[in-house]
Antibody, heavy 127, light 111 residues
Framework: QLQLQESGPGLVKPSETLSLTCTVSGGSVSSGSYFWSWIRQPPGKGLEWIGHIYYSGSNNYNPYLKSRVTLSVDSSKNQFSLKLGSVTAADTAVYYC???????????????????WGQGTLVTVSS | QSVLTQPPSVSGAPGQRVTISCTGSSSNIGAGFHVHWYQQLPGTAPKLLIYGNINRPSGVPDRFSGSKSGTSASLAITGLQPEDEADYYCQSYDRSLSGSVFGGGTKLTVL
């Protein structure tokens, strides 16, 4: 059974870099069938897609966060990671890692959704 | 402000049927991209409820169903149960963003 677990500091100072790691068990980040994603949820608010990465390093980021985000994969540890730079209080959120599923629909459109999620980790940006 | 629009809240009595709408635009739902739904129980991670507009993952009761028309989609829950009380989110692909977008979420209260 696939499991994902986020880890990292729960408190980050403004202007510094938020760093989180997602450890995958019951599956491999090197599987060619999936992308690995980060999604966040500010307290009391909705979900925001941050970005995703393939085991080869190919990635796609939310354009609103792109200038501050870096995703990476460590296949030897079966992990993938998020770095978000120059954080402010607006980056305070529960951060989730997830496995992204994808398929082509009958019209040939590329579709994606998130089937497996980590439990999430709260990161607070405060001095 | 979320790209996909959902009502902030809906409610219903046990046994009743409720629907939750999700409205997008010509760059996501209206462009033909599929809609997926998630249930988030208090203090937990979202759980996939419906994918590809109408499909239920294994283990999701058939009380939950999805539909899509034009630039909108709907999640219907029949035979409401107390354990259905949760936040529900829709999600689709947006060609302008070249990535996923979510609705703002709808809080379901079972009266």
């Amino acid at each position: 059974q696939l499991q994902l677990q986020e880890s990292g500091p729960g408190l980050v100072k403004p202007s510094e870099t938020l760093s989180l790691t997602c450890t995958v068990s019951g599956g491999s980040v090197s599987s060619g069938s999936y992308f690995w994603s980060w999604i966040r949820q500010p307290p009391g608010k909705g979900l925001e897609w941050i970005g995703h990465i393939y085991y080869s390093g190919s990635n796609n980021y939310n354009p609103y966060l792109k200038s501050r985000v870096t995703l990476s994969v460590d296949s030897s540890k079966n992990q993938f990671s998020l770095k978000l730079g120059s954080v402010t209080a607006a980056d305070t959120a529960v951060y989730y890692c997830a496995r992204r599923e994808h398929y082509y629909d009958s019209s040939g459109y590329y579709e994606e959704y998130f089937h497996h999620w980590g439990q999430g980790t709260l990161v607070t940006v405060s001095s | 402000q979320s790209v996909l629009t959902q009502p902030p809240s809906v409610s219903g009595a046990p046994g009743q049927r409720v629907t939750i709408s999700c409205t997008g635009s010509s760059s996501n739902i209206g462009a033909g991209f599929h809609v997926h739904w998630y249930q988030q129980l208090p203090g937990t991670a979202p759980k996939l409820l419906i994918y590809g507009n109408i499909n239920r993952p294994s283990g999701v009761p058939d009380r939950f169903s999805g539909s899509k028309s034009g630039t909108s989609a709907s999640l219907a829950i029949t035979g409401l149960q107390p354990e259905d009380e949760a936040d529900y989110y829709c999600q689709s692909y947006d060609r302008s963003l070249s990535g996923s977008v979510f609705g703002g979420g709808t809080k379901l209260t079972v009266l």
